[in-house]
């Protein structure tokens, strides 16, 4: 079993910028694929971005492309979303998540296909 927390999220101006974490328990954290999705208000939730197990392959949605920046340390058991240049509309509920599998563009951008999931830090962004 996987524990994921995240921290970081807060109230922030357009324009600024906010660094998220995520803390993963176990061992096997650094042969996981880990991702990070938001889901705003009324909205579903929606793919950011993920990352291999060595960090040598990073797929992103186009929305936060050029903005957004997925790292991990598997020294720490933990995964960062850089947010830089943030908009009103990046206001959401963030989440990271774990995959076991292999991976895959197409399989990483999928909520469906990651088997732990952190509780959420809220992103605020004020006009």
């Known amino acids: 079993q996987v524990q994921l927390v995240e921290s970081g999220g807060g109230l922030v101006q357009a324009g600024g910028s906010l660094r998220l974490s995520c803390a993963a328990s176990?061992?096997?954290?650094?042969?996981?694929?880990m991702g990070w999705f938001r889901q705003a208000p009324g909205k579903e939730r929606e793919f950011v971005a993920a990352?291999?197990?060595?960090?040598?392959?990073?797929y992103y949605a186009d929305s936060v492309k050029g903005r957004l920046t997925i790292s991990r340390d598997n020294a720490k058991n933990t995964v960062y979303l850089q947010m830089n240049s943030l908009k009103p509309e990046d206001t959401a509920v963030y989440y990271c998540?774990?995959?076991?599998?292999?991976?895959?563009?197409?399989?990483?951008?999928?909520?469906?296909?990651?088997?732990?999931w952190g509780q959420g830090t809220q992103v605020t962004v004020s006009s």
């Open positions: 176990g061992r096997a954290f650094s042969s996981y694929v």
């Open positions: 990352i291999n197990w060595s960090g040598g392959r990073i």
């Open positions: 998540a774990a995959d076991r599998g292999t991976w895959d563009m197409g399989r990483a951008k999928k909520g469906e296909h990651y088997d732990y």
